[in-house]
């Protein structure tokens, strides 16, 4: 059987082996779950990048940009960092230069695995299906917040043991963390974060909604896969029958 892995910080990532491993990168507040909803809505293709002055060369070559720092829309880009602004029609068929505090770094930083894809509650079922598919040892990198452990991204890890816990073998004591995690808070994701570091940053900047949002589990099928230097969407064959 495979083994699943969890990574609670992208500043642990050197300890790992990434060659032969599925990456799984996660930060559900709020990268991955943005890039999960805007390739479901009609994205081509993302391109993670480090900084924000990279991001903007990417203007200059006609891509759309998002970028965000510190929870907050960064200047003269196009898009923040908010799921909601990746549902427009501005998104369709168009390709996105994005980078936000945690999530891309953490993207760029698993490069050297064999595949690496994003994973969020909204496509949890999806990336389930598609490790199923690959049959490789699984690392979940949890984006965490400027290199410290976050609940949010935790929680996933755990729910997505949960779903392979048939088919996948934990690793080690990050896995059971994450998964004992999750089944203390199945049944109620917000209420067990609402203390949470990055709800309360959020909650202070006004943002309530993403929140609600990117706790909701499967809401899109695709799954986004790193090709090259850009992450396309990817349908399951399970979840496409
Ligand atoms: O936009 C977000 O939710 C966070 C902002 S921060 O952690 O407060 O800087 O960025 P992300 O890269 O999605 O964690
Ligand atoms: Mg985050």
Same mark, same amino acid.
């Given at each position: 059987m495979p083994f699943l892995d969890v990574c @609670?910080? *992208? =500043? #642990? %990532?050197? #300890?790992? =082996? #990434? $060659? &032969?491993r599925v990456v799984v990168v996660v930060d559900i507040l709020r990268a991955t779950s943005s890039m999960v909803t805007g390739l479901a809505h009609g994205l081509e293709r993302i391109v993670p990048v480090s900084s924000l002055e990279d991001c903007k060369l990417y203007s200059q070559q006609g891509y759309l940009t998002a970028a965000e720092r510190d929870g907050k829309m960064a200047s003269?880009?196009? #898009? &923040?960092?908010? *799921? @909601?602004?990746?549902?427009? =029609?501005?998104? $369709?068929g168009r390709t996105l230069a994005m980078t936000t505090t945690n999530g891309t770094r953490a993207i760029r930083l698993s490069a050297a695995a064999d595949k690496v894809v994003v994973g969020a509650f909204l496509n949890l079922s999806s990336v389930a299906a598609y490790l199923l598919e690959q049959q490789k040892n699984v690392l979940v990198v949890c984006a965490g917040w400027k290199g410290k452990f976050n609940l949010e991204d935790t929680l996933f890890a755990g729910a997505l043991a949960h779903k392979l816990q048939d088919s996948f073998e934990p690793e080690n004591d990050a896995t059971l963390a994450a998964w004992h995690l999750y089944e203390t808070a199945k049944n109620d994701l917000e209420g067990f974060l609402s203390k949470a570091s990055h709800v309360q940053r959020l909650r202070n900047l006004d943002i309530f909604k993403d929140i609600t949002f990117c706790l909701q *589990?499967?809401?899109?099928? %695709?799954v986004p896969v790193m090709e090259g230097d850009y992450l396309v969407p990817y349908t399951p064959e399970v979840i496409k029958s």
């Open positions: @609670f910080s *992208p =500043e #642990l %990532i050197h #300890l790992y =082996e #990434l $060659k &032969g003269d880009f196009d #898009l &923040g960092n908010s *799921p @909601f602004s990746y549902m427009s =029609e501005l998104v $369709k *589990p499967d809401v899109y099928d %695709i």
